[in-house]
C-alpha cells in the first residue's frame, strides 16, 4: 500500500521544488490621507480628546459631548470643564478625582461634575482610559 502511495506521488510531480511566496509589499513609515472624522486631538490636560456632537439649538443652553482619552502612563491628567457635566467612564480602569474626592467608577458607570470643579483622572491599565463628559453650558 505505502508503495503504491509512494509511486503516485512521484508519478504526480511532487518532486518538484515548492513555490515560494511572493515578497511583502512594503510598510509605509508615515500614515497618509484624510484622518478619520471626529479624531481624538491632543490635549491640554495630556491626553486626548474629541468633540462628538454640539448644538445651540436651545435658546438657553448649549449641549456639547465630548470625549477624553487618557494613556496608560500611571500619570496624574487634570482637567476643568466650561460648566456642568455628567461624566461617563467608556473603558479602562483607573482612578477620578472630582474636587479632591476621589470616585471608583466601573465601566458604564456615571456621576454628575459641578461647573469648574477640578477632575483628576489618572490611568491605572494597560489601555487608554476613555471618559465622556456631557456639558451644559448656560448662554
Given at each position: 500500500?505505502?508503495?503504491?502511495?509512494a509511486?503516485?506521488?512521484?508519478?504526480?510531480?511532487?518532486?518538484?521544488?515548492p513555490?515560494?511566496?511572493p515578497?511583502?509589499?512594503?510598510?509605509?513609515?508615515?500614515?497618509?490621507?484624510t484622518?478619520?472624522?471626529?479624531?481624538?486631538?491632543?490635549?491640554?490636560?495630556?491626553?486626548?480628546?474629541?468633540?462628538?456632537?454640539?448644538?445651540?439649538?436651545?435658546p438657553n443652553?448649549k449641549?456639547?459631548?465630548?470625549?477624553?482619552s487618557?494613556?496608560?502612563?500611571?500619570?496624574?491628567?487634570?482637567?476643568?470643564?466650561?460648566?456642568?457635566?455628567?461624566?461617563?467612564?467608556?473603558?479602562?480602569?483607573?482612578?477620578i478625582?472630582?474636587?479632591?474626592?476621589?470616585?471608583?467608577?466601573?465601566?458604564?458607570?456615571?456621576?454628575?461634575?459641578?461647573s469648574?470643579?477640578?477632575?483628576?483622572?489618572q490611568?491605572?491599565?494597560?489601555?487608554?482610559?476613555?471618559?465622556?463628559?456631557?456639558?451644559?453650558?448656560?448662554?
Open positions: 500500500m505505502i508503495a503504491i502511495l509511486a503516485l506521488l512521484i508519478s504526480t510531480g511532487c518532486k518538484k521544488k513555490r515560494q511566496l515578497k511583502a509589499a512594503e510598510i509605509p513609515t508615515r500614515l497618509a490621507g484622518p478619520p472624522p471626529r479624531a481624538f486631538e491632543p490635549d491640554p490636560s495630556g491626553g486626548l480628546s474629541r468633540t462628538i456632537f454640539e448644538t445651540q439649538e436651545h443652553f449641549l456639547v459631548i465630548r470625549d477624553f487618557f494613556p496608560p502612563d500611571q500619570r496624574p491628567h487634570t482637567l476643568t470643564l466650561p460648566s456642568s457635566a455628567v461624566l461617563h467612564l467608556l473603558s479602562g480602569p483607573g482612578e478625582n472630582i474636587a479632591k474626592q476621589r470616585l471608583t467608577l466601573t465601566s458604564f458607570a456615571r456621576t454628575v461634575v459641578p469648574g470643579a477640578p477632575i483628576v483622572v490611568n491605572r491599565g494597560e489601555q487608554p482610559m476613555v471618559l465622556r463628559a456631557l456639558i451644559l453650558e448656560g448662554k
